[in-house]
């Protein structure tokens, strides 16, 4: 039956008019929360801004501090303002372990580079039940090497022998990353570091192995404190975080021991009850393909969560600095690192912490 005109002509008004309302609309936001600095910004050009670009949302990125005071404070309330979070995988697992964020283990994400199922590609850790991982950065030993000559250290167990590369060492002061690095260096391997110190025989040996350079060590708290120490020639070896080592890059004098490395990692979760859920869960399978995470190595040191990412890291386009050799994943860096356990050092830490402040005022 032929429609009268009138009403063709007020079905095509509505139509026009529907669709320059759905071509007006304002686009969905986003918004993403990080930690600003140099990892903010690779974050931005690698993840942040390409997925905007790509699915015609506007991400907002607002910064960090850390700790879960203002997360809890957004789920209690029900207004959640944060709909994707860049977390230290301890506070991700309290967060978890509290109600605080979205379970979202059964999210499907893409396949690696090589083709291998995503839980075979991220490395140990990088998955949990509300988290997702995308950077990995550790602590290393960082070495002057002007102090050696042709015997260099190498290994772990290098870090503790005075006799054959003398001179003091800088320690972070705290029993996490110390027990582990001593257990290590003393031939505890890598997958039973925990279990031997969750025994009081596996602390004693590791409190013993750190008595052998107590008289030599210089304690620093701060992160730029080893670069400080080495450079100025205070120290012959220090533990470190291995972005500040790449910091010192230009000075050909210090290098890193890979060995033994102690990697810890940055993930996303997604704050409890967020109505934006579904469009965070894109955003995350997005910014943790092997591509963007690869993209993000570029422009800083942390390695990414994925393993098949490395191949397809490529130089830093500031400098044209081949970023591989100074990733904490790469295969030649990672073959003997250890996961902190962050849920270990929450049952563990305080007791330990007591026991290491007996053991400072020892002497």
């Not at 905007?52 to 029900?78: F, P, R, T």
Request: aromatic share 10%; hydrophobic share 45%.
């Amino acid at each position: 039956m032929k429609l009268p005109r009138w009403l063709a002509v007020t079905l095509a008004v509505v139509v026009a008019a529907a669709g320059l309302f759905w071509l007006m609309r304002p686009p969905p936001s986003l918004t993403v929360v990080s930690w600003g600095d140099m990892y903010g910004r690779a974050q931005t050009i690698a993840l942040f801004h390409p997925f905007a670009d790509k699915n015609h949302v506007d991400v907002n990125i607002a910064d960090y501090g850390g700790g879960l005071k203002e997360i809890a404070a957004q789920v209690a309330s029900g207004k959640i303002d944060w709909d994707v979070v860049d977390l230290e995988l301890d506070d991700a697992a309290a967060a978890c372990r509290q109600g605080l964020l979205e379970r979202i283990d059964d999210m499907e994400l893409p396949p690696g580079a090589n083709g291998y199922a995503a839980r075979r590609d991220f490395v140990p850790g990088a998955l949990g039940p509300c988290w997702v991982g995308s950077a990995v950065y550790s602590q290393v030993i960082a070495v002057d090497a002007s102090r050696f000559g042709d015997n260099q250290p190498r290994r772990v167990e290098d870090f503790f022998d005075l006799r054959r590369f003398p001179g003091l060492r800088g320690l972070r002061d705290g029993p996490r990353f110390n027990l582990e690095l001593a257990l290590i260096a003393d031939g505890v391997q890598q997958w039973r570091v925990y279990s031997m110190l969750s025994t009081n025989e596996g602390v004693d040996r590791a409190f013993r192995k750190l008595d052998t350079i107590k008289s030599s060590i210089m304690w620093w708290r701060r992160t730029a404190d080893p670069a400080e120490m080495l450079k100025q020639g205070r120290v012959a070896m220090s533990t470190a975080l291995n972005a500040r080592v790449f910091d010192l890059t230009s000075d050909p004098a210090i290098r890193t021991i890979w060995d033994g490395q102690l990697y810890q990692l940055d993930v996303f979760g997604i704050p409890k009850g967020d109505p934006k859920k579904q469009l965070a869960q894109d955003f995350i399978r997005f910014a943790t393909t092997p591509g963007a995470l690869a993209e993000e190595a570029r422009y800083l040191p942390y390695g990414p969560a994925r393993l098949s990412a490395i191949a397809l890291v490529r130089s830093n386009p500031e400098n044209q600095a081949d970023m591989r050799p100074y990733l904490p994943t790469a295969p030649v860096n990672f073959s003997s690192a250890l996961e902190v356990d962050p849920d270990w050092w929450a049952q563990h830490g305080p007791a330990l912490e007591a026991r290491w402040t007996a053991w400072r005022r020892a002497g």
